[in-house]
């Protein structure tokens, strides 16, 4: 089963946002690469919808981007 | 001669359009140098850099057509270490303030709660206008040089100038074109690719310039605020402090109009506080039309004293190089003022410690 590890990063603004994900998809690789847990980011910031998938697909994981209640929702896995 | 109803709607609608072109865009000159230096994307640096060539192009044939008149640069001042100096600080505070005076306006329209604090650090960072103006001024006089130019195009000429930046940026921008390297896909709704914000964003910023006989600009309006708050909070202690009661006068839409730092309804009153506003309340709209306007509650201490000294570096580094990055990007760089390309170079290494600084305080 996987687990969701959640990210609240809403009121953050950039760079803030980018650096804490991509701190965040560090401290967890191993399980986010056996496909043991994703990564649920949600923020309020625009322009992480456009950064945070950039780098997380660049280092091999694939993204899903979702609106909920005035805020993202992007979730990063591990591609298999 | 314009009315001053034209000159406020004028403006009003500038801003109001500006806030919602940034907003839907997240256009940030502030990213644009801090993502190069922290994460290696160019994309932000890439959409400026077509915006400030298109405003090249645009201003050249403005000038060419008569339609603006004003050879060589007669905004810009010869260039001095101020400049530079400017530029540095400028560059450093717009980086740990989350955005550039513009971004920050912006931003803080949107809902953004640190950006707010941005704006505090600018407004008190505005009060030390009397502190710091005489030293800029001493600066200004040790380092300047250069006395008799203003701009590059005095060398070469403004046509053989305007041409030769044309050609290569061109190279550059059908270069990039052809590699899908002006454009990333973005999935917040709504979202307006950078390359049109671009586009956009030049449409407005010379359009005005036309109107209103100059370029586009909020540092004095910045300023204003701080000297008519420092007024109205100790109204003794300021009434006789000589850079807030000088006087002088400024050409606005074919009107000559007074200024002085402590009338809100002089020239600088009735231009940039109306596009201060409209930028806000542009972002502001735009954000409640995307239900996105949701401000939060207190940021995290560190992060509020990154914003409001950035902020303050922000109106230090405007007072220092006699305006911000709107002015000296949109304003100087299409007309290759010697004192904006003084402050581009001082942005950099200013931009890159606050990268640095912001780094090293969000991975602790």
Not at chain 2, 97 to 124: D, E, H, P, Q, W
Request: hydrophobic share 50%; proline share 4%.
């Amino acid at each position: 089963m996987t687990k969701d590890i959640m990210l609240d990063i809403r009121g953050q603004i950039c760079p803030a946002c980018l650096l804490i994900t991509l701190r965040e998809i560090a401290n967890n690789k191993f399980s986010l690469k056996r496909g043991q847990s994703r990564l649920v980011v949600k923020t309020d910031h625009r322009d992480a919808t456009r950064t945070i998938p950039g780098a997380a697909v660049s280092m091999g994981y694939e993204t899903r981007t979702e609106k909920t209640d005035g805020y993202y929702e992007i979730t990063i896995e591990y591609r298999k | 001669m314009c009315s001053i109803f034209f000159i406020v709607s004028s403006q009003l609608l500038a801003g109001l359009a500006l806030g919602a072109i940034l907003q839907r865009s997240d256009f940030c000159m502030a990213g644009a140098f801090r993502d190069i230096f922290l994460f290696g994307d160019y994309l932000k640096a890439r959409a400026i850099f077509l915006a400030v060539s298109l405003l090249v192009l645009i201003v050249y044939l403005e000038r060419v057509g008569g339609l603006i008149g004003s050879y060589p640069p007669s905004f810009f001042a010869s260039p001095s270490g101020a400049d530079l100096l400017g530029g540095a600080l400028f560059g450093m505070g717009m980086v740990l303030g989350g955005g550039c005076m513009l971004g920050t306006l912006y931003k803080m329209g949107s809902g953004k709660v640190l950006n707010l604090f941005t704006f505090a650090g600018m407004i008190a960072g505005g009060i030390f206008y009397p502190v710091f103006l005489p030293l800029k001024l001493k600066l200004v006089s040790a380092t300047g040089f250069f006395p008799r130019w203003t701009a590059l195009e005095q060398i070469a000429g403004m046509h053989a100038t305007a041409a030769g930046f044309l050609l290569i940026s061109a190279l550059f921008i059908a270069r990039w074109a052809g590699k899908g390297l002006l454009s990333q896909k973005g999935y917040a709704e709504g979202y307006l690719q950078l390359w049109k914000a671009a586009l956009a964003i030049v449409l407005v910023v010379s359009a005005q310039y036309v109107f209103s006989g100059r370029p586009l600009s909020v540092t004095s309006g910045i300023f204003k605020m701080s000297a008519l708050m420092a007024h109205a909070a100790t109204p003794a202690a300021f009434a006789s402090v000589q850079p807030f009661t000088g006087n002088s006068v400024r050409l606005v839409y074919g009107r000559i109009m007074p200024e002085r730092l402590m009338n809100a309804f002089d020239a600088v009153g009735i231009t940039q506080f109306p596009l201060i506003a409209g930028i806000v309340g542009g972002s502001f709209l735009s954000a409640l039309q995307l239900r996105e306007f949701k401000p939060l509650g207190v940021p995290p201490f560190g992060q509020i004293i990154s914003s409001i000294s950035g902020g303050a570096l922000m109106s230090v580094g405007a007072l220092m190089a006699s305006g911000c990055n709107l002015w000296h990007f949109f304003g100087g760089l299409p007309v290759f003022a010697l004192q904006s390309i003084l402050f581009l170079f001082g942005i950099i290494p200013g931009s890159y410690a606050g990268s640095l600084i912001i780094k090293k305080a969000v991975c602790r």
